[in-house]
């Protein structure tokens, strides 16, 4: 009977101890995976910031363009 009593222990914490290093090894890999997730993401910013900001000069040049052909417009037509 003591022996039965010490293996179901020894069995149980073995299954805690393999649960637990398990556990670790899943936390790991999930926190290489957001790690890599949160490099996509500030590339993904960086891109769409970069993008609207040359949207932004290209929109101001356009505006600049429309105002010089109206002063020439106004010029001449004085």
Known sequence: MIDGINLQAV???GAVF???VKLIVIVAQMHSSIKVLEDKIKALFE???KA????NVWKQEQMVSIIADA????ANGK
């Open 11 to 13: 069995v149980i914490i």
């Open 18 to 20: 393999l649960g637990v």
């Open 47 to 49: 891109l769409h910031n």
């Open 52 to 55: 609207v900001e040359e949207q």
């Open 71 to 74: 002063i020439k417009k106004k």
